[in-house]
């Protein structure tokens, strides 16, 4: 899952569905969830949270997975692509970009996409203090610039959404907002080395997300190994979120790209 956000921000029917033909793990970044806190520590580096989600897979005795990335997320996911590919029987990513420093061919003449300035000015408000009705109001204006233009925003389902992260994680506090946006970004410029990845790889592209906007997912399918190794779908109105209303098609892809994958190794 991406920056600061728990295991419970995953939809409870995208993890039924995918459980009932695989075994589904989710977990809590550091600073997330139930993971323990690094307040008051020196900062840790985002390499830190992909070298996790190894030692999730050796804690349940997994020796490869089918791997799911969202924003930062999908960023940790690119970092095992490359680090431990022995782990990854597929990679799904999507709502993110590539690692820094890629090779995107003659896509690399395009403006790079930066999020957009409304995001931008509420982000510059993450850990600002507030009570908790407040901050409840805050990561429901947050929520609905995420989730974009292109499906309706549904006040309550987001807000169930909040409710669930408070009941799994005890907390709704402006300070976890901003753990990993204080983690160093040491390691991460290895985009070049992308052009060697062999796993399969399923790019969805989001094209109405305002923090990862068009061609972020272009760029991430041009970066990632070949074209016989990686390939990109559209979710229409799908943007930086996961209601209900983008979950039918998004599963689709994914469940197709896992079956892909296991008839390739049957």
């Known amino acids: 899952m991406g920056a600061a956000s728990s295991s419970a921000v995953w939809p409870p029917p995208l993890v039924e569905r995918l459980g009932r033909r695989h ?36 804690a349940f005795g997994v020796p490869a997975a089918h791997v799911v990335g969202m924003s930062m997320g999908g960023l940790l996911t690119q970092l095992l692509l490359l680090d431990h590919p022995e782990r990854l029987l597929s990679a799904t990513l999507f709502c993110t970009g590539p690692l820094p420093g890629a090779d995107v061919g003659d896509l690399g003449d395009e403006p790079a996409p930066t999020p957009s300035a409304a995001l931008l000015a509420l982000w510059a408000q993450l850990g600002d203090d507030r009570d908790e009705s407040a901050e409840m109001g805050f990561r429901l204006r947050h929520w609905q610039l995420l989730n974009g233009a292109g499906t309706p925003f549904d006040e309550a389902e987001f807000r169930a959404l909040e409710e669930r992260v408070v009941t799994h994680g005890g907390r709704l506090d402006a300070a976890s907002a901003t753990a990993h946006a204080r983690a160093t970004t040491e390691g991460l410029a290895r985009g070049a080395e992308l052009r060697g990845v062999t796993t399969p790889v399923l790019v969805v592209e989001a094209p109405e997300d305002p923090a990862y906007p068009p061609p972020s997912a272009r760029l991430l399918e041009a970066a990632v190994g070949t074209a016989a190794t990686t390939r990109r779908v559209v979710v229409p109105g799908m943007g930086h979120a996961l209601p209900l209303a983008v979950l039918g098609p998004l599963l689709d892809a994914v469940e197709a790209h896992l079956d892909a994958g296991d008839h390739a190794r049957a």
């Open 23 to 58: 075994r589904v793990l989710v977990w809590d970044h550091r600073d997330t969830g139930r993971s323990g806190t690094s307040a008051g520590r020196e900062p840790y580096a985002l390499t830190d949270l992909a070298a996790d989600a190894v030692v999730v897979l050796d």
